[in-house]
């Protein structure tokens, strides 16, 4: 619940019933649109038929996934439990309520998930993130956030304490400047370790490779056996079994750091500081990894189990152990750095800081690189040539073996290289296919795809679809380059047309809206096939390179997508997709123009991040709309606009140079794919979006000689900001003009403007030592045309009020404008001055024209 933010809730009373049994209980509960995010899970069919088989009559329950819809307090509590309950196996019990049995706890799915129910109020939930797909400002792309100053304490804390001790660093756990007290969690560690014991009795299989890790641990000397004397320094982590079937080591043991005596008591987690996040960005991890000729990868061998904890704090890492009888057990503690503590990713992060310092001025190349392409215990990177490769590669193991830590499973599509490494002793990894920050790197091929394999399968058991399994099945693509976004982004539209029919989270879908549903879904496996070049250029011979970014909007979407283009072997212009930033529509309508604004601010954007991410890459960039008017905005004086369109072109001009914005044609734009939406299948195939529209690969002067000059001037003065008059002294010598034009000729006053105008630059033009006009109409020149007929309606009507008050004479009561107290301003226009006189608005929204 959010803090320090009353509400108000209607009170309603209503009976709770069991159709079956015929009990009911009378509850009084505050009304709210949201209890929790988190859904309802039912117990699973094992559980069902456990109970079923104990003679238990289960309470009704409810379809999967439904949200929770009653949320009954402690003080009802009695009235509902009977008492007596029955264990079903690991932590989970069933209760006997007065509507029959229910099961309480954690329900472990095949060995690997945990469902639990959580009752908290979360007014921050899942809405929230949903809105966030089309808030309107939604900052797009992430920025390495400064690290505070309790966070640089912390480093130089860990700094001053550190100690390589032999070949290993010893460090102290991140204790909080103000430790609350940490009681006694023994018993609570007991009682889950017994449990933890009947379960794997079960499996002797799984038991035996339980036992397997921690005897290897004892052996490698990571833990050890200790006093089992409970004291205040000490506390135990429970720990239990993840079954993996498909991995190397299908049994891993894990800890829970965050496992207190009873609710609202400290647990070890609880008073550890998490310390700061030192990771590089994952998305500037990817783009600067696909920079390289050869690329290689690697990781840290049990990285977090490779930093000793100092003596004193290791008795805060006691786990119970199977003792040399059957029931018995012994008390362990590690020395080194369990994965189960908040505070370890920091350590971890802080202490290989600590290290590489020592090689920044004899090794600064190795240095940058593990500085910024070390994710945890994973490092992408790469070269351009082998010998540089084998050679960076070579030196970083021989940095991390000076820390006590081994650098494995090194990855490269060369062969050479590999060979390579073979020769010097390197440990190789065997499979050319592995996990890359969050997508796959198949190395042999040397591309990169996105991981959707187990969303199909999720998606295979799911039988109707709502709202929350979209909102899942969105959220579910990891696709931080955005690659596949116009095949996401009509799932995000439909997703949104979804939001404003108020359906609730399950309940199923209007027919044409399933329908689309299920031919989106039928194109999820395309995603699969989907594949981009691990690297973005061909070959080490490339000059010439520049960046191109464009950008489109549609009623639905906006967005932008980023290409290098560069010259290979001196001779082909190639191009290659870098990323794409995507955006739904705002709610609140917003013109179409105004949504190529927002547009060309997602690509400034985009362009900003990229040159500061590529500096040597992209000295030359350039920026593409098939806007006019968005063009015209931004090469023009952004205080010339309504705020909304001046705030953004005036963000786009410090983000970006105007001169670097050019146009391209709807049907060339590769955005225009994004800001609509396109199916999988042609997705994949389409060449436009892979590397951007065929002239790109033609000479630099053949597609800047197309540029367009015609523009939509009603949408520019549309967003034109009011200005008081001082611009055009309109000199009755013009007077003739209107006897020109017979303005029932003309059904738009637009026409009648352009006329004008071009009139009065005639006039101008014939003037000795005036400063030629010539091409396209000006605004200013409308507008100077505007306000001439602004004067001659005005004469025309208010003639003798224009005279009057021109020189100094009060109106005549009978004049129709009495009323309005009006004045003459200096340029000779017919202004009320109204109540407005001392507000801070401009002149003339202070004091508008007077019309008939």
């Not at 990571?222 to 135990?236: A, K, L, M, N, P």
Request: with cysteine; glycine share 4%.
């Amino acid at each position: 619940m959010n803090e320090g933010s009353p509400h108000s809730y209607p009170v309603v009373e209503f009976f709770i019933s069991d159709k079956k049994q015929g009990n009911k209980i009378k509850v009084c509960c505050l009304v709210t649109d949201v209890i929790t995010a988190a859904p309802l899970t039912t117990p699973s069919s094992s559980t069902n038929k456990q109970m079923k088989k104990l003679g238990l009559l289960a309470a009704e329950s409810c379809s999967a996934l439904t949200e929770v819809g009653i949320l009954i307090g402690v003080d009802y509590f009695w009235q509902i439990v009977k008492g007596s309950n029955v264990q079903l196996g690991r932590e989970l019990y069933a209760v006997s309520t007065i509507f029959g049995w229910m099961p309480v706890g954690l329900q472990y799915g095949e060995g690997e998930f945990v469902y639990q129910n959580s009752a908290i109020v979360n007014f921050s939930c899942v809405q929230d993130s949903l809105r966030s797909l089309w808030d309107l400002d939604f900052m797009c792309l992430s920025e390495n956030s400064a690290i505070s100053n309790e966070e640089k304490e912390i480093i130089e804390c860990v700094e001053r304490g550190i100690r390589l001790e032999g070949d290993r660093y010893s460090v102290g756990l991140l204790w909080k400047s103000e430790m609350g007290q940490l009681e006694n969690n023994f018993k609570v560690a007991l009682r889950r370790f017994k449990n933890l014991r009947n379960r794997l009795n079960r499996n002797p299989e799984i038991f035996e490779q339980y036992k397997n890790v921690i005897e290897e641990q004892i052996k490698e000397d990571i833990v050890e056996e200790c006093s089992q004397e409970i004291t205040e320094s000490s506390y135990f982590m429970p720990h239990r079994e993840i079954i993996k079937p498909n991995e190397t080591t299908s049994c891993r043991i894990v800890y829970d750091a965050s496992s207190s005596r009873s609710k609202g008591v400290n647990s070890l987690n609880d008073i550890l500081d998490v310390g700061p996040n030192l990771s590089p960005l994952v998305l500037d991890m990817i783009l600067k990894f696909r920079k390289f000729e050869i690329a290689f990868s690697g990781d840290i061998a049990k990285a977090f189990l490779m930093i000793e904890i100092s003596e004193k704090d290791r008795d805060y890492l006691k786990f119970l152990w199977f003792g040399d009888n059957e029931q018995g057990y012994k008390t362990l503690r590690f020395k080194r750095l369990p994965f189960g503590l908040c505070c370890s990713p920091a350590i971890l992060a802080m202490t290989i800081k600590y290290h590489i310092k020592k090689y920044k001025s004899v090794n600064p190349e190795c240095f940058e690189m593990l500085n910024s392409s070390l994710y945890v215990d994973d490092l992408y990177y790469g070269s351009d040539t082998i010998e540089d490769a084998c050679r960076l590669s070579t030196d970083v193991v021989n940095i991390f073996k000076d820390a006590g830590m081994d650098l494995r499973k090194l990855r490269s599509k060369s062969e050479e290289l590999n060979s390579l490494w073979i020769e010097k002793g390197h440990k190789v990894g065997l499979t050319r296919e592995s996990k890359f920050l969050g997508m796959i790197w198949i190395s042999e091929t040397d591309v990169i795809k996105l991981n959707c394999a187990f969303l199909n399968k999720n998606l295979d058991t799911i039988s109707e679809a709502t709202k929350r399994i979209i909102l899942q099945t969105v959220t579910s693509v990891y696709d931080p380059i955005e690659v596949s976004q116009p095949f996401i982004m009509k799932m995000k539209i439909l997703l949104q047309k979804i939001w404003t029919l108020g359906l609730d989270w399950d309940e199923a879908l209007p027919p044409e809206i399933k329908n689309e549903w299920i031919l989106w879904r039928s194109e999820l496996n395309e995603l699969e096939r989907m594949s981009l070049p691990r690297k973005y250029f061909k070959g080490c011979e490339k000059s010439e390179v520049s960046l191109h970014v464009f950008a489109d909007a549609s009623p639905k979407a906006y967005g932008a997508v980023a290409y290098f283009r560069y010259l290979h072997d001196k001779k082909d212009n190639c191009t290659s997709f870098i990323a794409a930033k995507g955006r739904v529509a705002p709610f609140k309508p917003l013109t179409l123009p105004r949504l190529e604004l927002m547009a060309a601010l997602v690509a400034a954007k985009l362009a900003k991040y990229l040159t500061g991410l590529f500096p040597e890459l992209c000295r030359k960039t350039f920026l593409w709309s098939d806007s006019q008017i968005t063009l015209h905005w931004i090469k023009g004086n952004s205080r010339n606009w309504k705020p909304f369109v001046a705030n953004r072109v005036s963000e786009i001009q410090i983000l970006t140079d105007p001169e670097q914005w050019f146009h391209c044609s709807g049907k060339e734009n590769p955005a225009d794919l994004l800001s609509r939406g396109e199916s999988a299948v042609n997705l994949v195939k389409s060449s436009l979006w892979s590397h951007g529209p065929s002239w790109l690969s033609q000479s630099e002067c053949d597609w800047l000689m197309k540029q367009q000059r015609e523009i939509d001037e009603e949408s520019v003065l549309n967003e034109k900001r009011s200005q008081p008059v001082n611009t055009l002294q309109v000199s009755d010598k013009n007077a003739e003009i209107p006897t020109l034009l017979d303005l029932s000729r003309y059904s738009r006053l637009l026409k009648v403007y352009r006329i004008t105008a071009y009139v009065m630059r005639f006039i101008n033009n014939i003037k000795q030592n005036s400063i030629k006009l010539s091409g396209q109409l000006s605004s200013d020149e409308i507008l100077n045309a505007e306000l001439h007929w602004l004067k001659i309606i005005q004469r025309k009507h208010f003639e003798k009020e224009i005279s009057d008050l021109s020189k100094g004479k009060l109106l005549e009561k009978t004049s129709s404008i009495y009323s309005l107290n009006p004045f003459v301003d200096e340029q000779g226009f017919l202004r009320l001055k109204g109540r407005l006189h001392f507000s801070d608005f401009e002149f003339s929204e202070k004091h508008p024209c007077l019309l008939p």
